[in-house]
């Protein structure tokens, strides 16, 4: 009898790394579609509207 | 592993953003660009005068050739957005997978359009895609309300597709409907100065644009997943 060994669960991520690429993807969106500081802004400015973020 | 999520979300996240970008580039900015020649008054669009009322051609702006670097910036950001939106939705998909729901390429893509729904399609709905000059409602406000419906409607999503049985459903549906039964902050007068065809075209394209890029990204980012993966 062969028994084959499901190896996918080695791979997965804990629940911790789960949660902190998450946390890095919020702050990322945070920077990006959110932050009102002038600079980051008007940098976002085309990017906001385009993807239908609210912009200002 | 935490590097395979977060190489997976960077290559799909760039390289949806970069094709985000040539969709925006094709599609909306133009738009967006003939927005600005009436958001700083350059056309008018029905202006109240003493005789006749005062309207410029329809036709695009001077062009995208006009300001390479605010067009580098622009293509950066979507990049930048797009890298952000495929670290939230690998996080989710590897939070699926550790709850037995098997990913592959092709369910990415319907993961992708989940997410399209959640970050563009609802909030468009209380909050359409503004063209520059739009007046609304107080930033924050309409922050706070996009935020929360985000969240909502991925949750309401979330149930529907994972969980068993009547009560997951209905309250995800009910989470879906919940921010647009509150509504989303609005202004009692209209004030817009642009065409309303040029701003429908503008709000219809730029969603549209998202949920080609967002399809792409929910493919991506799977499949660069899957392939991440040692083989056992």
Known sequence: MTTTTFSGTRSETGLAGIAAVALAGFALLAAAGFAQATVIHDSAHDTRHSIAFPCH | ?232
């Open chain 2, 1 to 232: 592993m935490i590097r395979n999520l977060l190489a997976s979300a960077l290559f799909a996240g760039v390289a949806a953003g970069l094709v985000a970008s040539l969709l925006q580039f094709w599609l909306v900015i133009p738009l967006l660009l003939e927005g600005e020649l009436y958001e700083s008054g350059v056309r008018v669009h029905f202006a109240a005068s003493l005789d006749a009322p005062v309207q410029s051609p329809a036709g695009p702006a001077a062009g995208l050739s006009q300001d390479p670097a605010r067009h580098l910036l622009t293509t950066a950001f979507s990049a930048i957005a797009y890298v952000a939106f495929a670290l939230i939705m690998v996080a989710a998909m590897a939070f699926a997978e550790r709850a037995g729901h098997r990913l592959s390429a092709r369910r990415g893509i319907v993961w992708g359009l989940a997410g399209f729904a959640v970050m563009q399609l609802a909030p468009a709905a209380g909050l359409p895609p503004e063209l520059p000059g739009t007046i609304a409602a107080e930033v924050s406000l309409r922050q706070a309300w996009w935020l929360f419906t985000a969240l909502s409607t991925a949750s309401g999503l979330a149930l529907i597709a994972f969980g068993n049985g009547l009560l997951p459903g209905a309250l995800g549906i009910m989470a879906l409907a919940l921010p647009h039964v509150s509504g989303a902050p609005h202004l009692d007068t209209y004030y817009g100065v642009a065409p309303p065809e040029l701003a429908a075209l503008f709000a219809t394209r730029s969603l549209a644009a998202a949920a080609a890029s967002w399809a792409l990204l929910g493919f991506l980012a799977a499949w660069f997943m899957q392939r991440a993966r040692p083989a056992g």
